[in-house]
């Protein structure tokens, strides 16, 4: 009995010495100064599949505030992870939007990505992983618009905030200013 509770702590920390999970343990920063040829092309890559995605989202929630504040939302929970997929379709990537306060749960971000939103990145990041792929994080910054849904919880205006509180009712995504850093897009890059 009392080799067993002896070994009890060396077996305890022999398990919390597990390697770390392969997903996360093979992504490195790299700085975009140093990075490979076939580096800067998936950069490229990425930033203009972030630029399509940006501008298709825009445009949606602007044409959507037109017919009316509610339709904004839904523009977002419906169309938006539409739009997402679509963009992250065509440019063979993966792609996505996360923030630090989340509206939709859906939008967690990847596990490399989480360290650097804890921290509140407010540059972008990239990252390369062992088997050739490139990763960015690139933020968000909060602009007029945005302020519609995610300003001050009572600037907002009472239909949007019914709706936000039916679809979203563990929301976090209020609060923000203009210029606050919003949250981030990020993209996971295949080696090419």
């Not at 919390?16 to 093979?26: F, I, M, N, Q, Y």
């Not at 092309?41 to 930033?47: F, N, P, R, S």
Request: charged share 20%; glycine share 8%.
């Amino acid at each position: 009995m009392r080799t067993m509770i002896l070994a009890l702590p060396l077996i305890l920390l022999l398990a919390a010495c597990g390697d770390e999970p392969a997903s996360t343990s093979a992504w490195k920063p790299v700085d975009p100064a140093a990075m490979s040829t076939a580096q800067k092309a998936q950069q490229a890559k990425g930033v203009a599949a972030k630029d399509a995605l940006f501008s298709r989202l825009t445009a949606k929630l602007k044409a959507a505030f037109a017919e009316g504040p509610g339709a904004a939302i839904g523009a977002c929970r419906v169309a938006a992870p539409e739009i997402t997929a679509a963009v992250g379709g065509e440019q063979a990537l993966r792609i996505g939007r996360t923030s630090h306060k989340l509206r939709n749960p859906e939008n967690t971000p990847p596990d490399w990505a989480g360290s650097f939103i804890d921290q509140r990145t407010s540059k972008p990041v990239w990252l390369a992983h062992d088997d050739g792929r490139l990763a960015g994080l690139l933020p968000i910054s909060t602009m007029p618009l945005c302020l519609m849904c995610h300003g001050e919880k009572n600037s907002i205006m009472e239909p949007i905030r019914t709706a936000l509180h039916e679809h979203y009712p563990d929301d976090q995504a209020t609060g923000f200013a203009p210029g606050d850093l919003r949250g981030w897009f990020w993209l996971e890059i295949p080696k090419p």
